[in-house]
């Protein structure tokens, strides 16, 4: 008589683990990594069309901090709520709908005539985008076999360089060719919208959350058909486990059991890491262009200089993605850190073209690379029915530092100039690569599936 027990969730994840790297994982993972693409357009975009509106509606340096700002507040609640959202209702269904959001948000965008309906749409815009970027890279890592976990992570990380090229090579050709450039720029930020239906049918829900909502069956299916893609025999059938495995299960619990014995440690050092790596990301690469502006060199110009500099952030993810599995996750990251906070102090310090574009690709190298490893960390410190509460939160902190620095960055440029604003973000670094050693590392170990 044949065996009709489901599969637990240990095999189920065990399964998922010893999996070879297939067409499907590769499916899911460009699938991902396209919305992650687009979500870095869209934040790239706003540092170039900062710098178009601010000649074109003579902003101070108030209005634009605030219209990035904005994006960031929204990002930071949508951080929060989509990981919860992510726990209770699914990895794919949060990450379709808020590719939906804020494409249609940043569509919209294009339409406005004045300050405080941009300021609105922004919002939303930060809403969808905050709550995207932690659910994907949790939904990619609960896919990935254990020993290739780290790199496909930094791999699902390097689209952002992607999308970031993309808004360069639109801030450089389309934003100056007309007065309506930034708008045209808005108008291609709608993609996501469209895309947002692909993945919401073209994807599977993730087998881990599936099995930790008791969900077994649908679990043993889908990865059912990534051993079928793999060529290799289904996993055993195993009497099932009870689902109260799972150490939170309502809202209220996850949010506790984050700051239990267990978590305390790991959670404070991950959210000071979010935060340092956020202040000096955003207050750098926001700025950027503004502040090649105000040094005397002239939009086109300006805007060439960043597609440089941003082209140096794919080889920084492709050594951070080698490194990884390698070194480990807190060597990796706390490396790139360092060489993060010595790059932004050379930028600041720099005065000729030559300076200014080599620190500046250095800067991105490193910071582009930490980032990658950063994602690759987060949600592997976690056990299952915590991941995305716990991812979703780390993100949500550092948006605050997010929020913070496009509007402390012309405070800083007016009491000390860029060798100061430099100097501290190369210190929030420094602070960062000191924290990340509070981290775990589960490098080529199995996920935590309670």
Not at 293 to 317: H, N
Request: hydrophobic content about 55%.
């Amino acid at each position: 008589m044949a065996n009709t027990a489901l599969p637990s969730r240990a095999s189920i994840a065990g399964r998922l683990d010893e999996l070879p790297f297939t067409r499907r994982h590769l499916r899911l993972l460009t699938g991902s990594g396209v919305g992650w693409a687009l979500d870095a357009m869209d934040v790239g975009l706003i540092s170039f069309i900062l710098a178009a509106l601010t000649q074109q509606w003579g902003l101070t340096k108030t209005d634009a901090g605030w219209i990035a700002s904005v994006g960031f507040i929204g990002m930071a609640i949508g951080a929060t709520l989509g990981g919860l959202l992510a726990d209770r209702l699914g990895r794919r269904q949060v990450f379709a709908l808020t590719l939906l959001i804020y494409g249609v948000a940043t569509g919209a965008s294009a339409l406005v005539s004045g300050l405080a309906a941009l300021l609105v749409l922004r919002f939303l815009v930060g809403l969808g985008l905050g709550a995207e970027l932690p659910v994907a890279s949790t939904y990619v890592s609960e896919f990935a076999p254990a020993r290739i976990r780290g790199r496909l992570i930094v791999i699902l990380e390097a689209f952002w360089a992607l999308g970031w090229t993309a808004a360069a090579l639109i801030g450089f050709f389309v934003i100056p060719a007309s007065d309506d450039g930034w708008r045209w720029a808005f108008a291609l930020g709608a993609i996501p919208a469209v895309y947002a239906l692909i993945v919401r049918w073209g994807l599977p829900e993730s087998p881990r959350w599936l099995a930790s909502r008791g969900r077994i069956a649908e679990a043993d299916r889908i990865v059912a058909t990534f051993e079928a893609d793999a060529g290799v025999e289904p996993g055993p059938a195993i009497r099932r486990e009870p689902a109260s495995r799972a150490i939170a299960v309502t809202t209220r619990a996850r949010l506790t059991t984050l700051w239990n014995a267990e978590f305390r440690v790991r959670t404070m050092c991950l959210w000071l890491v979010w935060l340092c790596v956020n202040f000096a990301y955003y207050g750098a690469f926001i700025w950027i262009p503004s502040i090649l502006v105000d040094a005397g060199f002239d939009l086109v110009r300006s805007f060439g200089f960043t597609l440089i500099i941003t082209l140096a952030q794919l080889p920084g993810y492709a050594v951070a993605a080698w490194l990884i599995e390698v070194w480990g996750r807190r060597t990796t990251l706390s490396v790139f850190l360092v060489g993060s906070a010595v790059s932004a102090v050379f930028f600041g310090t720099s005065t000729t073209e030559t300076a200014i574009i080599a620190s500046g690709m250095a800067l991105s190298f490193f910071n582009l690379g930490a980032w990658g490893a950063l994602y690759a960390v987060t949600p592997e410190i976690y056990p299952t029915s915590l991941r995305g509460t716990g991812a979703g939160w780390a993100a949500g902190v550092g948006r605050i530092a997010s929020i913070v620095a496009p509007l402390a960055v012309p405070i800083v440029l007016v009491a000390g100039g860029a060798p100061v604003l430099f100097a501290v973000f190369g210190a929030c670094f420094i602070v960062a690569a000191g924290a990340a050693w509070g981290l775990v590392d589960r490098g080529g170990m199995a996920l935590d599936d309670r």
